[in-house]
């Protein structure tokens, strides 16, 4: 079993920047992938940003060369760095990790940008 705890999230102007932070409760070493995925209101979820065990990324389209996701074994955490943020990016922000075959998700946590 993976729990995963979101922070970071907030209200900030177009062009700031946020990080978020994903704090898994076991080793994220084992975990095949993580991820972030976002859903704005009456939109579907969709993926943001993903690193797997190799330490290979991947990116939407819509946050390419302005998110970078990144992760730190010893603290088990992996970060989403924002910046340049604009409107469209206001979602709740998700969370992911596969881990043994299973999919995992944390609670999400809020961002909204203001024009």
């Known amino acids: 079993q993976v729990q995963l705890v979101e922070s970071g999230g907030g209200l900030v102007q177009a062009g700031g920047s946020l990080r978020l932070s994903c704090v898994a409760t076991?080793?994220?070493?084992?975990?095949?992938?993580m991820g972030w995925y976002r859903q704005a209101p009456g939109k579907e979820r969709e993926l943001v940003a993903t690193?797997?065990?190799?330490?290979?990324?991947n990116y939407a389209d819509s946050v390419k060369g302005r998110f970078t996701i990144s992760r730190d074994y010893p603290t088990n955490t992996a970060y989403l760095q924002m910046n340049g943020l604009k409107p469209e990016d206001t979602a709740v922000y998700y969370c992911?990790?596969?881990?043994?075959?299973?999919?995992?998700w944390g609670q999400g946590t809020q961002v909204t940008v203001s024009s």
């Open positions: 992911y990790a596969e881990y043994r075959g299973g999919n995992y």
């Open positions: 076991r080793s994220i070493f084992s975990f095949t992938n």
């Open positions: 690193i797997i065990s190799g330490g290979k990324t």
